[in-house]
């Protein structure tokens, strides 16, 4: 039988080693601080080196605005994409309810697109022989439908905070891909 002393010291032996252990996954799951790109940093030997840097994704919406979509007007997945070099911008989303997002679909209401940002309005274009760029049929659930903005000038820019109104719809907030 061991002494009490002798528990003891391989008790706080024990709890040492654990808190060494801790302390460096801590150390290992944090990033390194970020450098201007005029300094020089040094990697110690011993960490490998890192894979390319993820690019950031914002969350679609902030809080419970996905919830808001989804059970006032009947639609999820929006989202907002740069298209075409920047000459189109294309608003999608996804029908879950098809009474809630009758809105979306009347031919009658004119769509926008509002970019605070740069100060413009954009419309969706209506060619001679295509009609209108976007889908207006009837709403069908679990379908994507989507229509597409005239950027010309490309005043709207990635990453942009954009509010698309479509009669009494409007999704604020939605970021430029």
């Known amino acids: 039988m061991m002494n009490r002393a002798a528990i003891l010291s391989s008790l706080g032996a024990m709890i040492c080693a654990v808190s060494l252990l801790v302390t460096e996954l801590a150390r290992a799951a944090t990033p390194p601080p970020s450098s201007s790109p005029g300094s020089t940093t040094t990697t110690p030997a011993a960490v490998p080196a890192a894979k390319?840097?993820?690019r950031y994704r914002p969350d679609r919406f902030a809080g419970r605005a996905g919830t808001y979509y989804r059970l006032v007007w009947g639609v999820d997945s929006l989202s907002v994409k740069w298209a075409e070099s920047g000459e189109v911008i294309r608003f999608s989303y996804r029908i879950l309810d098809a009474d809630k997002a009758r809105e979306l679909q009347n031919?009658?209401?004119?769509p926008s697109l509002i970019d605070p940002k740069a100060g413009v309005s954009l419309v969706v274009p209506s060619l001679e022989q295509v009609g209108s760029l976007r889908q207006s049929t009837d709403a069908e659930a679990g379908k994507s439908y989507w229509m597409a903005f005239s950027n010309k000038g490309r005043l709207v820019?990635?990453?942009d905070h954009v509010i698309v109104v479509?009669?009494?719809f409007r999704a604020d907030g939605l970021v430029v891909d």
Do not use: W, Y
């Open 166 to 168: 479509v009669g009494q």
């Open 107 to 110: 031919k009658k209401a004119e």
């Open 52 to 54: 390319s840097p993820l």
């Open 157 to 159: 820019k990635r990453g």
